[in-house]
C-alpha cells in the first residue's frame, strides 16, 4: 500500500507565500518523478511543477514564483509558493511516479489533495 499525503495548504492574501509539503508512505522501493498538479473549480487538472532527479519543471504560469524541492531521504516533495495570485486558487495535487514493493514497473499514484485559496 502507498499513500502520498499532502499538507500546508490554507487561506492566504494575495502576495503571500504558502509552502506545500507530500509526503510518500508505504512499500516503495525508490521515487522517479514527483510533481504538484492543481485544479481550479470549472478547469482541468494542470501541471504546477515536477522534479526527477536533479531537473525540475514549472508551468509558465507559475514560473519565478513558485519552487519545487525534494528530500529523498523522507520520500517528501515541498512547494514553495511566492507572490501568490487570486488565480492560483485551487486543489493542489502530489503526484508520484514510484516502484512499489513487488512492482515491475513504475506506477503513478495521487494524493487526496490540499486546498490552496488567495484572496484578493
Known amino acids: 500500500q502507498v499513500q502520498l499525503v499532502e499538507s500546508g495548504g490554507g487561506l492566504v492574501q494575495a502576495g503571500g507565500s504558502l509552502r506545500l509539503s507530500c509526503a510518500a508512505s508505504?512499500?516503495?522501493?525508490?521515487?522517479?518523478?514527483m510533481g504538484w498538479y492543481r485544479q481550479a473549480p470549472g478547469n482541468e487538472r494542470e501541471l504546477v511543477a515536477t522534479?526527477?532527479?536533479?531537473?525540475?519543471n514549472y508551468a509558465d504560469s507559475v514560473k519565478g514564483r513558485f519552487t519545487i524541492s525534494r528530500d529523498n531521504a523522507k520520500n517528501t516533495v515541498y512547494l514553495q509558493m511566492n507572490s501568490l495570485k487570486p488565480e492560483d486558487t485551487g486543489v493542489y495535487y502530489c503526484?508520484?511516479?514510484?516502484?512499489?514493493?513487488?512492482?515491475?514497473?513504475?506506477?503513478?499514484?495521487w494524493g487526496q489533495g490540499t486546498q490552496v485559496t488567495v484572496s484578493s
Open positions: 508505504g512499500s516503495i522501493v525508490s521515487i522517479n518523478t
Open positions: 522534479i526527477s532527479g536533479g531537473s525540475t
Open positions: 503526484n508520484a511516479w514510484l516502484l512499489r514493493l513487488g512492482g515491475r514497473t513504475l506506477q503513478n499514484y
